[in-house]
């Protein structure tokens, strides 16, 4: 399985960017979703998640700013941010709880991850 995320770049602060990410590869079925992002010198942090019934969580420091979303044809996760800030600036990785078959458990897999760069 792998996991391809693209859409990050340069905007400056009030702007807005929408990241894909799209799991290919042996999938049976993919449980929960996500986007995680890690800032220089920090620990990788939650942004947003959601659940393969369309159930969303979000940090605190997104919400009403940030939306994701999926389309499960596509094995495909979105994250539509607006209302970019400087201390959005990270690296954006995506994740996927995905089960090969019916016979195997879902495992973790992660992106490659994508920049975000909010300039002031």
């Known amino acids: 399985v792998q996991l391809q995320a693209c859409g990050g770049g340069l905007v400056q602060a009030g702007g807005s960017l929408r990241l894909s990410c799209v799991a290919s590869g042996k999938i049976f079925s993919i449980n929960d979703m996500g986007w995680y992002r890690q800032a220089p010198g920090a620990q990788r942090e939650l942004v947003a998640s959601i659940s393969s019934g369309g159930t969303t969580n979000y940090a605190d420091s997104v919400k009403g700013r940030f939306t994701i979303s999926r389309d499960n044809t596509k094995n495909t996760v979105y994250l539509q941010m607006i209302s970019l800030k400087p201390e959005d600036t990270a690296v954006y990785y995506c994740?996927?709880?995905?089960?090969?078959?019916?016979?195997?458990?879902?495992?973790?897999?992660w992106g490659q991850g994508t920049q975000v760069t909010v300039s002031s």
């Open positions: 994740n996927a709880e995905v089960r090969p078959t019916s016979y195997f458990n879902a495992r973790v897999h």
